[in-house]
C-alpha cells in the first residue's frame, strides 16, 4: 500500500491537463495478494475497499478482473460494480454462463473509437458462482461483436493470462492492437510486436507504472512514424556535410591531400547513401499524406516509483483512515475474542447514486442537508470510534432498507459502500434515484417523505421523543 499515494501523485501530474485523450486501464490483480481471503471484515477487505475508492476517484476506464481478485468472493467486486467502478472481464461467468461484468468499454478519444476488453486465467481455488470460460471459447464473438460496428477499431485486450497464450492470442487475433497483460512471473516487459499486435506489462504491485503514447494513424498497423525518420536522417546528413567541409578545407590548407582522401572519399559515399535514403523517404511522407496510410506509432516508457516522490494528499489521509480503522478493528477483536460479522445475504446499493451526485443538481437543497444532523451521521459514529460498528452503521448511512425493515438486511456490505453513501443521504428520504438521474422529469422522486420512513431509525429505543411534523420541518430541504 505504500506505494499508492505515490502512484496517484505521478498518475495526476502526468494526467491532469489532458485527462481527455488518457486511457487509465488495470490488468487485473489489484484488491488481494492472497490467493483465499478469508469472509467477515478483516484487514484484507478493508483494505480492498480503499484500494477501490481511491482508484475510483482517480477515474479508471478498465480494470480486469484478475484471479486474486476473486480471492475474496463475488460481493465485493458487484458491489463496486454496481457503484460503477469499470471491472472488466470476457471470460467469467455465472453458474448460467450469464456474463458477470462487462465484457467490452468502449471509449472514443479525439473522434477515434477504442474499444477494450478482458480475459484471465482462471483463480487457484473455485469461487462459488463463478465459472471461468477460456479465451479460446469467448475472444472470437467478443472480437466480431467489437469489429462489425467500426471495422478500425483500436482494439486493447487486458490480459492475465501467462506469457505463451498472450502470444499464441496475438498470432491468432491480429486485429488486437494492444496486449496489456499481468503475468506475475514477469516483471517489466518493454513494448513488443508479435505478428501486429504490440505485449506490454509493468511489473506487479505497483512498483512501476507504465506510459504508452500512441499517436493513431489510420490503417490499424503499427509502424515507424516517417515523419521523424525523415527529420532524424536530415540531421545526420547536416552534420556529415560539416565534417566532410572541415576536412576539405584542412586537407588544401596542409597541402596533405592523400592523408584526408580516404575518409573524403568514405564521407563523400556516405553522404550518397544518406540523400538517395531521403528522397525515399520523403517520398514515403509524401504518400501517406496523400492516401492517408499513416501508422499507428508510440513511445513508452516505464515510471518506476521512486521513493522520495511526493505523496497524493487526498490518498495519504485515506490510508491513514484505513491504518486506524485496522486498528480499531484488531483491538475490537481482542475484546470480543470471536469473529466479527454474520454471513448472508447482501444488499446492492444498486440504483443509489449517493448525495454528491444529487447535490451536483440539487445544489441549495446539498447545502442545506450537509447543515442537518443527517448530513453528519456517519462523522458522529467516526468520531466514537463506532464506524465499523455494523450495529451502527444501518441508520447512520443511506441504505435501501427492504421493507423499511433491518432484520433482513445484511450489514456486513455496509463496510465497503462508497463514501458517498456514508450518512443519512438524499436517497433515504427520496428514494432511490438512477432513473431519476438519467431523465428528472420523467422519473420523479418522492417528494415529501412520509413517517414510515423516518420510523426506521427514529425508534423509540433510538429517539423516544419523535414527532413527525416539526421533526420534518427541521429538515426540510428548502424550496428552489
Ligand atoms: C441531472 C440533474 C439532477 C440530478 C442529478 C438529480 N435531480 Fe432531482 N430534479 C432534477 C430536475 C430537473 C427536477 C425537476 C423535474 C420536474 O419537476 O420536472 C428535479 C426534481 C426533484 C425533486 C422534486 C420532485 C417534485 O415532485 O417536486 C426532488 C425531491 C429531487 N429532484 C430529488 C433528487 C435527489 C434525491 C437526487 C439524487 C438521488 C436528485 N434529485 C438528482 C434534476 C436532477
Ligand atoms: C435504529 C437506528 C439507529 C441505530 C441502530 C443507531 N442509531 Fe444512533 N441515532 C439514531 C437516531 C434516529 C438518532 C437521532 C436521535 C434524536 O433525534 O434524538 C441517533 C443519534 C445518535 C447520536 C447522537 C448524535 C448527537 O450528537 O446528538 C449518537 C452519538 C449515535 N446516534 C451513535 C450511535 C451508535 C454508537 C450506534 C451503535 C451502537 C448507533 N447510534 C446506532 C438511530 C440509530
Ligand atoms: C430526512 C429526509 C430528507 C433528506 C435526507 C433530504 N431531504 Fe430533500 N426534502 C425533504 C423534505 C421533508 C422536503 C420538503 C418537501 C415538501 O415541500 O413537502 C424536501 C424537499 C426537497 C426538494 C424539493 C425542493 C422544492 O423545490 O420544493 C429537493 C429538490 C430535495 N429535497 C433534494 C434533496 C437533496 C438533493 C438531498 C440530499 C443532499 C435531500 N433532499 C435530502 C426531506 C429530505
Ligand atoms: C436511515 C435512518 C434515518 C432515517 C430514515 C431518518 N433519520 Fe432522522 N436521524 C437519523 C440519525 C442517525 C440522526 C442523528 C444523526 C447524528 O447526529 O449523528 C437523525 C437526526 C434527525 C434529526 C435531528 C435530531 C432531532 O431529533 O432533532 C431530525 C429532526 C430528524 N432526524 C428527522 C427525521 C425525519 C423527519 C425523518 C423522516 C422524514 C428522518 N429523520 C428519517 C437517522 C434517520
Redesign the pocket.
Known amino acids: 500500500m505504500g506505494g499508492l499515494s505515490k502512484k496517484l501523485f505521478q498518475i495526476k501530474n502526468l494526467t491532469e491537463e489532458k485527462s481527455t485523450n488518457r486511457l487509465l486501464v488495470d490488468s487485473g490483480n489489484l484488491l488481494f495478494k492472497r490467493k483465499i481471503v478469508a469472509k467477515g471484515i478483516n484487514q484484507e477487505r478493508l483494505t480492498a475497499a480503499t484500494i477501490l475508492d481511491v482508484y475510483t476517484d482517480i477515474g479508471y476506464d478498465a480494470v480486469a478482473v484478475g484471479p486474486h481478485d476473486l480471492a475474496g468472493g463475488l460481493t465485493l467486486l458487484q458491489e463496486s460494480k454496481a457503484s460503477g467502478f469499470p471491472w472488466l472481464s470476457a471470460n467469467i461467468v455465472g453458474k448460467n454462463g450469464q456474463l458477470l461484468f462487462k465484457s467490452i468499454i468502449k471509449k472514443q478519444i479525439q473522434g477515434r473509437n477504442i474499444a477494450i476488453t478482458a480475459v484471465s486465467n482462471a483463480p487457484e481455488r473455485a469461487i462459488p458462482g463463478v465459472e471461468m470460460q477460456s479465451w479460446e471459447e469467448v475472444l472470437p464473438s467478443i472480437l466480431k461483436q467489437i469489429t462489425t460496428e467500426h471495422s478500425d477499431i483500436f482494439i486493447i485486450l487486458l490480459s492475465s493470462l501467462n506469457n505463451s497464450e498472450n502470444r499464441k492470442i496475438a498470432q491468432i487475433f491480429p486485429e488486437i492492437s494492444l496486449l496489456i497483460t499481468a503475468d506475475s512471473r514477469q516483471g517489466n516487459v518493454s513494448p513488443t510486436l508479435v505478428n501486429k499486435s504490440l505485449l506490454i506489462q509493468t511489473e506487479r504491485q505497483g512498483k512501476s507504472q507504465g506510459l504508452l503514447q500512441i499517436s493513431l494513424g489510420n490503417s490499424r498497423q503499427w509502424g515507424q512514424d516517417s515523419q521523424k525518420i525523415l527529420a532524424d536522417l536530415q540531421n545526420k546528413l547536416g552534420s556529415l556535410n560539416w565534417q566532410l567541409q572541415r576536412l576539405l578545407k584542412k586537407s588544401k590548407s596542409t597541402g596533405f591531400t592523400e592523408k584526408y582522401a580516404a575518409t573524403i572519399t568514405r564521407l563523400e559515399n556516405e553522404k550518397e547513401a544518406l540523400t538517395t535514403e531521403i528522397t525515399e523517404m520523403k517520398q514515403q511522407v509524401l504518400e501517406e499524406q496523400l492516401d492517408g496510410t499513416a501508422k499507428d506509432t508510440f513511445t513508452y516508457r516505464f515510471l518506476p516509483l521512486k521513493k522520495n516522490m511526493p505523496n497524493d494528499q487526498p490518498t495519504e489521509e485515506r490510508l491513514k483512515k484505513l491504518n486506524n480503522d485496522i486498528r480499531v478493528l484488531n483491538k475490537k477483536k481482542k475484546e470480543t475474542n470471536k469473529p466479527i460479522g454474520q454471513a448472508a445475504v447482501i444488499r446492492l446499493p444498486q440504483s443509489l ?1 449517493g448525495s454528491n ?2 447535490s ?3 445544489e441549495l437543497q446539498g447545502d442545506f442537508w450537509k447543515t442537518t444532523q443527517h448530513g453528519t451521521a456517519y462523522d458522529t459514529l467516526v468520531k466514537k470510534q463506532k464506524h465499523l460498528d455494523l450495529e451502527c452503521l444501518p441508520c447512520h448511512m443511506t441504505i435501501d432498507v427492504p421493507g423499511g425493515k433491518f432484520e433482513s438486511l445484511i450489514t456486513e456490505s455496509l463496510l465497503s459502500f462508497p463514501e458517498a453513501l456514508q450518512s443519512v443521504g ?2 433515504t428520504c ?1 428514494g432511490n ?1 438512477q432513473k ?2 438519467q431523465d ?2 420523467h422519473f ?2 418522492v ?1 415529501t417523505p412520509g413517517i414510515n420512513i423516518c420510523l426506521t431509525c427514529h425508534t423509540d429505543a433510538h429517539d423516544d421523543n419523535f414527532q413527525y411534523q416539526p421533526k420534518l420541518e427541521k429538515i426540510a430541504c428548502p424550496a428552489g
Do not use: D
Request: glycine letters at 6%.
Open positions: 447514486i451526485t444529487c451536483s443538481c440539487h438524499c436517497e427520496h434515484g431519476h438521474l428528472p422529469e420523479k422522486l417528494r
